[in-house]
């Protein structure tokens, strides 16, 4: 059993079970075939039990993940069907048993409504209407009755709509967004049980416009990445790119540990407008690149200077955060590889992997061109050469990767190294939207293949026929890869904040409009709750995934130090990352310093997810932005 078999069976044992009880309500007022009464409620009674069984697996993932279904659906459904097969086995035609079967009816199709509608769930109208209708029908046979049943069927009848039209109609309204606005106004502050008490990022005195890298001094190193529009033609196909200085990747940008870096980007072309976010480098705020949060966009024929100084050393992207998810998927991105101080020139070979799924789908090894007609990419390697992969996922979905031919050892995941990794062989890596992973090997006499590229593209290194990577390859899980060692502070607590972050799908409305959007903590765009923090707070993030789609969670300017995942705790190698992808049924606890003030989004870095709404910010007490979001302001972060 996984958690998104086990959700859609308990989602259609839920209906089953509504549909057959309505239907028996609606044979005991009618009155022909009432014989089939019986049968059809122990139906219902047996898909509820299906329910209680899935229920039953699914508590062990955790409580949040059963909780609605252990208080409120099963009970709804189960009790009343139960009574009501109770007494249609001993009653005939009388009034009690066709009460007790309306009931039973009510109770099993406001469990489903209950399922679609607000734990989450893929609702078609066709769906939403037979479980409304379900009520509604029984309700209009009641109406031909005389009396005091008629006067209760109208009341019932005006309760229900009632219950349906007035939350309809203050969540439209709710929903209608300005033409410019401040998220931070609309999302409500979460304090994570530390002290609160201001009014989201609109109360302080420190703009983002003063959270700069440094202004002075002459760079280490220096870019310009200037965005146009770029037509590519791969095979028989041709793709309106956007590119930065012209080729899809960008170019891979590189610095020292402790660099001063300038990237001066200009666009020359893009209707859009572009800005640059480095994706897992904790820059200063203002140099993070998020249009309408810490900058504007940089509109057709502007430019802006971005200044950090590198504090880390590994792997990380760059990307467009202005409509990204359209510019990324059409080429806006590149790699960005900061060495080590103590590293004086690149040692073997040093190789980065840059997996994308555009249209035409594919992967790129930076540098590279690679070929739609063979969907291999190939690079000779001596014997004995010690290799670096860094593989960049820019798709928006996790991906499982497998190397073939040699034992290879996980070295550093999001720019951090891992430390005290055995080598390991046929284990595949799944690494999250918008994660990195460092993979060492020494190269062997034979070659070596790398797939789960996008869309089934190969790497080979070295010549001959490439090794198969078929079979079955246990996931290297990093919740226990790699040696302890000393546990680092943030593992420790106590926790000034402890967020509770919980992921569902709803019916909802976005900007006026019905759509089917996602949910933390039950709220949906433009409301997602904002986390807030002061400087210096150790802080507690659980992310718990109660949908049937993988969010990676991606917070801006920190690492997070992976804590546990479903109650097990981390055991490998300190686990620190900026994009943790958790899947569905899952539940991470994660935690990290705050010490980098601003504003910071921390959204699903599936782009599509989160240019829908699921977008949030962890937000510093007192700190402010200038900017603003939505269709006048041109600035439109995903
Ligand atoms: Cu790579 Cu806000 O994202
Ligand atoms: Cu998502």
Not at 101 to 109: E, F, L, V
Not at 115 to 124: D, P
């Amino acid at each position: 059993m996984n958690f998104v078999v086990a959700y859609w069976t308990d989602l259609a044992a839920g209906l089953l079970a509504a549909a057959a009880v309505v239907v028996a309500a609606n044979l005991v007022w009618t009155g022909p075939r009432t014989r089939l009464v019986v049968p059809l409620l122990a139906a219902g009674l047996a898909a509820v039990a299906v329910r209680g069984a899935v229920v039953g697996w699914m508590a062990s993932l955790g409580w949040d993940f059963v909780a609605r279904r252990v208080i409120l659906d099963v009970p709804l459904a189960a009790v009343p069907t139960a009574v009501a097969l109770g007494v249609a086995l001993r009653a005939r035609a009388t009034t009690g048993r066709r009460l007790a079967i309306t009931t039973a009816a009510a109770g099993t199709s406001l469990a489903a409504l209950d399922q679609l509608l607000l734990t989450g769930w893929l609702v078609t109208v066709g769906l939403l209407a037979v479980a409304l209708l379900g009520p509604a029908l029984t309700l209009a046979l009641l109406s031909d009755a005389r009396g005091p049943v008629r006067w209760t069927a109208t009341a019932a009848a005006a309760l229900l709509a009632l219950a349906v039209v007035v939350p309809l109609a203050t969540s439209w309204w709710g929903s209608r967004l300005p033409g410019s606005f401040d998220l931070a106004d609309y999302a409500p502050a979460d304090d994570g049980g530390g002290p609160g008490g201001h009014a989201g990022h609109n109360a302080g005195g420190t703009s983002v416009d003063t959270l700069t890298g440094p202004r002075g001094g002459e760079p280490d190193v220096h870019y310009t990445l200037t965005a146009s529009p770029l037509t590519v033609r791969t095979g028989s196909r041709t793709v309106q790119a956007v590119a930065f200085n012209g080729t899809v990747p960008g170019p891979q940008l590189e610095a020292r540990e402790g660099d001063l870096v300038q990237v001066d980007v200009c666009n020359r072309g893009d209707r859009q407008g572009v800005t640059v976010h480095w994706h897992g480098v904790d820059v200063p705020n203002a140099e993070d690149g998020v249009a309408g949060v810490t900058q504007p966009v940089i509109r057709d024929g502007q430019c802006h200077t971005y200044r950090f100084r590198t504090e880390q050393a590994g792997t990380f992207w760059y990307h467009a955060h202005q409509a990204s998810d359209e510019q990324v998927d059409r080429g806006l991105f590149g790699a960005l590889v900061f060495r080590p101080t103590t590293q004086r020139a690149v040692e073997g070979m040093d190789l980065t992997v840059l997996d994308h799924a555009w249209r035409p789908p594919g992967g790129f090894l930076a540098g590279a061109s690679w070929d739609a007609a063979d969907a291999v990419e190939r690079r000779p390697v001596p014997a004995g050469t010690p290799v670096r992969l860094r593989i960049v996922n820019t798709t928006n979905t996790p991906r499982s990767y497998r190397l073939a031919g040699t034992p290879f050892t996980l070295a550093a995941v999001d720019g951090g190294d891992l430390t005290g990794g055995a080598p390991v062989t046929r284990r595949s890596l799944t690494l999250a939207a918008g994660g990195r992973y460092d993979i060492t090997f020494t190269m062997p006499g034979g070659p070596v293949a790398l797939s789960g590229l996008a869309d089934g593209v190969r790497a080979v290194l070295g010549s001959g026929t490439p090794p198969a990577t078929s079979g079955s390859w246990p996931a290297l899980d990093l919740l226990t890869y790699g040696r302890r060692g000393e546990s680092p502070p943030e593992a420790q607590g106590p926790y000034d904040r402890d967020f509770r972050l919980v992921m569902d799908r709803k019916i909802a409305f976005a900007g006026g409009r019905p759509t089917y959007a996602w949910a933390v903590n039950g709220l949906t765009f433009p409301r997602m709750p904002m986390q807030m923090v002061r400087e210096g707070d150790l802080v507690r993030i659980r992310f718990v995934n109660r949908s049937t789609a993988d969010h990676p969670m991606h917070i801006h300017g920190h690492h997070l130090l992976v804590l546990s995942r479903n109650g097990k705790p981390a055991t490998g190698a300190p686990w620190f990352t900026d994009t943790l992808n958790v899947a569905p049924g899952e539940d991470y606890a994660v935690a990290f310093r705050a010490d980098n003030p601003g504003i910071w989004m921390d959204h699903c870095h599936n782009l599509q997810h989160a240019a829908v709404g699921f977008v949030m910010h962890l937000g510093y007490e007192g700190v402010t932005s200038p900017y603003r979001i939505g269709s006048d302001t041109g600035n439109n972060p995903e």
